[in-house]
């Protein structure tokens, strides 16, 4: 049971590129959600999914679009890089009020 | 003003201190409250719940003060191992079946020996 998996760990982008972060949750939880992290500002809400096949935007969507392929992935996509979209981006699923998080990913848009 | 609120510290204390941290949140709707640990370059993981009627899970209290909206935690004896950054986490009814889930940005601990 690996829990919330996200890969890369690391990525360094130029400004315009783009590219897709990945998560997978192996606990058949409905609820899956994708965060950035920033200092002084703790977690914001970028596209939440309450179950396969629904997703919402949260807090700050703006520059991202997200796929919620099945149960179990989550993917969020950065179409053209900003540099204020260096984060720390985590992904998270829910059961009842508990989230489980994935280990993140440092992105640097250069 | 932000819709819940934790002073960002640092908290830095010696071991076996005694060291309490409040969070205060703005909305009188939100329904459950809960503490996230988060060390440094990792994930948040659940802390604890906190429920009305205050609860203690070892060294940790948390206690929920609805009339004066702030939940608080303390930590007794404490170890270097509790060196971490504490979020405060309230989760806010936003429809018969829709909620919102609101992080604070933390409190920094760090215990000296």
């Known amino acids: 049971n690996a829990g919330v998996t996200q890969t890369p760990k690391f990525q360094v982008l130029k400004t315009g590129q783009s590219m897709t972060l990945q998560c997978a949750q192996d606990?058949?939880?409905?609820?899956m959600y994708w965060y950035r992290q920033d200092p002084g500002m703790g977690l914001r809400l970028i596209y939440y999914?309450?179950?396969?096949?629904?997703?919402d935007k949260g807090e700050v969507p703006n520059g991202y679009n997200v796929s919620r392929l099945n149960k179990r992935e989550f993917s969020l996509r950065l179409e053209s890089a900003a540099p204020s979209q260096t984060s720390v981006y985590f992904c998270?699923?829910?059961?009842?009020?508990?989230?489980?998080f994935g280990p993140g990913t440092r992105l640097t848009v250069t | 003003r932000k819709e819940v609120e934790q002073d960002p510290g640092p908290f830095n204390v010696p071991e076996g201190a005694t060291v309490a941290f409040n969070c205060t949140y703005s909305?009188?709707?939100?329904?459950?409250f809960f503490w996230y640990r988060q060390d440094c370059r990792k994930e948040p993981k659940l802390l604890m719940s906190?429920?009305?009627s205050g609860n203690e899970d070892g060294r940790f209290t948390a206690q929920l003060n609805r009339a004066s909206q702030y939940i608080s935690l303390l930590i007794r004896d404490s170890k270097l191992s509790d060196s971490a950054t504490y979020l405060c986490?309230?989760?806010?009814?936003?429809?018969?079946?829709?909620?919102?889930?609101?992080f604070g940005s933390g409190t920094r601990l760090s215990i000296r020996p």
């Open positions: 909305n009188s709707a939100s329904q459950s």
């Open positions: 606990m058949n939880h409905n609820s």
């Open positions: 999914s309450a179950s396969e096949g629904t997703t």
């Open positions: 998270a699923s829910k059961t009842g009020y508990e989230q489980y």
């Open positions: 906190v429920y009305s």
């Open positions: 986490v309230v989760n806010l009814r936003t429809g018969s079946s829709a909620s919102k889930i609101i």
